[in-house]
């Protein structure tokens, strides 16, 4: 899985007339073996452990690239962030986000894909794509108070 998504970047980069970079491939390498929903900060940490010369805007730049090639997708959860997931073909999943500790917690349900679909039938409309997030406290903050 982790080797098509790099596959896919390498085409991507080569299509484009781009070269190769080692801090690109670094920073690729680091958010394949991440979990997701990172901000560009937050993957900037944890890159910067592992090569203290790769910069922030490297991996800002790298963050979009893999956006624009499809391994990635920017999402906003409403906090002013943008976060990155790994984007998985053929799968699809939707969030809970805690409001209080920032928390994301991702789920499949078949129901309310369907649901979904059917509401959307009724209008006539042909659904290309969705984004469900549900915004409220999380287990681990409700079993606190
Ligand atoms: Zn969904
Ligand atoms: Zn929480
Ligand atoms: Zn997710």
Request: proline residues 3%.
């Given at each position: 899985m982790k080797r098509a998504q790099k596959k896919q970047f390498h085409d991507f980069i080569a299509g484009r007339g781009l070269?190769?970079?080692r801090q690109r491939d670094i920073v690729l390498?680091?958010?394949?073996?991440?979990?997701?929903?990172?901000?560009?900060?937050?993957?900037?940490?944890?890159?910067?452990?592992?090569?203290?010369?790769?910069?922030y805007a490297t991996v800002y730049r790298a963050l979009k690239l893999f956006a624009e090639c499809g391994i990635a997708r920017e999402?906003?959860?409403?906090?002013?962030?943008?976060r990155y997931e790994h984007v998985v073909a053929g799968e699809h999943h939707d969030h809970m986000i805690c409001t209080r500790c920032g928390a994301i917690q991702e789920f499949e349900n078949e129901s309310i894909e369907l649901l979904q679909n059917a509401v959307a039938a009724q209008y006539g409309f042909h659904v290309e794509t969705h984004k469900l997030e549900m915004y409220g406290i999380c287990h681990a903050c409700r079993q606190k108070t």
């Open positions: 070269k190769s970079t390498d680091v958010f394949l073996a991440s979990d997701s929903h990172l901000s560009t900060e937050e993957l900037y940490l944890k890159v910067r452990s592992k090569n203290p010369s790769i910069g999402i906003h959860f409403g906090d002013g962030q943008s």
